[in-house]
């Protein structure tokens, strides 16, 4: 009886032993396994170090946070708030954001890198996509920093046509802006109505120059082609019609206490911030420094047209959208000058070089058809050198630095566009505010990712 008692527990101990060592193994092979994982997740992410705390764990659903450990949390890169593929990496301490940093280059399509294999002639259709609410200035800059290669000036009808069309282009960005901006604040009927004037700005566009937006139009000595029949009336009908909406929007908005008490005081930014930042548009105009290009440094006819820069005091995100607003007022009496004061004559430069022969001479001249296709398959060859252009896009100054090498394409060129360098303002403005109103304040911002990660 004992012998049988004796191996029976010895049978017991084995098989004790076997399931403790198939734990301990099933153990490490989740351990292993959770390191695996841990280095699959953390290789080559992006970081926002946490604060080396001790972290205290309760019972309770919310603990106390009396060490103030803080957590972190990423908005976007999918977000209604964010404007396109914008990921903000927030810490935060309970509701308040301790600091941000905007996370970039989700959108990334390599077009400074892809102007070097397109000739001059190609190069508009790839930078109009950058800023795709603002095409026509991408279009402008290009062509001003090729145009000073070169050594030439489209005559005067261009030069107003372009300023038409980037003003009135100025006033369809702004439009979006009070669209986007009502709802992500809160105000869901300003996406209603901001929508329903933008759409009046871009139908006059598109009778001008055949298209919405990426319109190609604005190209090196000029235009594409001339302003279409009843292009007068159609356009101060449009802008009538636009004048008569934004006093809507201000007079639903300017002194409503709800949008005052949750914009006013929100997310200010000071002058020398945005000057150490390089910030540049309505962000360092609602600081008090009155800098626009198109007086500090006029272009095309600017000098010749009577407007005033706005800008206010507080460098608040009540300011940023007053700006705007006001703006729009600006670009209608801009564009009224243009109506009247629109010059006669070409519409481009008539150097053969650059310019391809009228329609009509393709079909009765074979020079000009083979002129015309060489032109769009070889492009013109720009002098060798380098040089950089700048505008005043709705976000800010918008620069065009172009190397030649004398052939036909260029050999490096960089865009500065303003929103790359006015995300860096989220850091100071966001600091102590709530999430909340982080997204009220990223909208402030106006970015436009394509853009950011040209």
């Keep these: 009886m004992s012998d049988t008692t004796d191996t029976n527990a010895t049978d017991a101990d084995d098989v004790a032993l076997e399931v403790d060592a198939g734990e301990v193994a099933s153990a ?21 170090t946490l604060s080396e705390k001790e972290l205290v764990l309760t019972g309770a659903p919310w603990p106390e946070d009396d060490l103030g450990d803080t957590m972190l949390i ?11 593929v914008l990921r903000i990496m927030m810490e935060l301490d ?19 890198k892809t102007a ?25 800059v290009f062509c001003m920093a090729v145009e000073q290669l070169l050594d030439i000036e489209g005559p005067e009808r261009a030069q107003w046509m372009r300023m038409m069309l980037c003003e009135l282009n100025r006033i369809s960005s702004h439009l979006l802006f009070q669209a986007t901006n009502g709802m992500d604040i809160g105000a869901v009927s300003m996406m209603i109505y901001g929508w329903r004037e933008r759409e009046e700005s871009l139908r006059l566009l598109e009778k001008i120059t055949g298209l919405r937006m990426n319109h190609n139009f604005i190209r090196v000595g000029g235009t594409a082609a001339d302003l279409p029949d009843g292009w007068q009336r159609d356009t101060l009908e449009t802008l009538a019609k636009i004048e008569r909406g934004v006093h809507e929007y201000d007079e639903l908005l300017s002194e409503n206490p709800i949008w005052k008490s949750r914009l006013l005081g929100l997310g200010i930014i000071s002058t020398q911030e945005c000057l150490d930042l390089s910030i540049t548009g309505p962000i360092l105009r609602s600081t008090g420094f009155a800098w626009d290009l198109r007086k500090a440094q006029p272009y095309l006819k600017y000098d010749e047209v009577d407007f005033d820069v706005v800008y206010t005091t507080n460098g608040d995100v009540y300011d940023r959208w007053r700006i705007r607003l006001e703006e729009i007022f600006e670009s209608i009496k801009i564009v009224r000058q243009c109506v009247e004061m629109m010059p006669t004559g070409d519409y481009r430069t008539q150097d053969a070089k650059i310019t391809p022969p009228p329609r009509a001479r393709i079909d009765e001249s074979m020079e000009a058809l083979i002129h015309h296709f060489k032109l769009f398959t070889e492009g013109f060859k720009v002098p060798a050198g380098e040089t950089y252009a700048a505008l005043e896009s709705p976000r800010g100054e918008i620069g065009c ?6 052939s036909a394409k260029p050999l490096r060129m960089h865009i500065r566009g303003p929103s790359f360098y006015n995300l860096q303002s989220m850091g100071p403005m966001v600091r102590n505010a709530l999430v909340a109103d ?12 394509g853009e950011v990660d040209r």
């Design 28 to 48: 490490t092979d989740n351990s292993n396994a959770t390191q695996r994982l841990r280095g699959q997740t953390d290789e080559g992410a992006q970081k926002l």
């Design 74 to 84: 990423n908005m976007g890169p999918q977000h209604p708030s964010t404007h396109g």
């Design 94 to 112: 309970a509701e308040e954001v301790v600091r941000a940093k905007p996370v970039i280059g989700y959108l990334h399509t390599g077009m400074e």
């Design 116 to 140: 070097e294999e397109l000739t001059y002639v190609q190069g508009c259709t790839n930078v109009t996509r950058m800023d795709y609410a603002s095409p026509l200035s991408n279009e402008l």
């Design 401 to 406: 630095y172009m190397v030649s090498d004398g």
């Design 438 to 449: 982080a997204v009220a304040i990223v909208s402030s911002v106006d970015p436009i990712m």
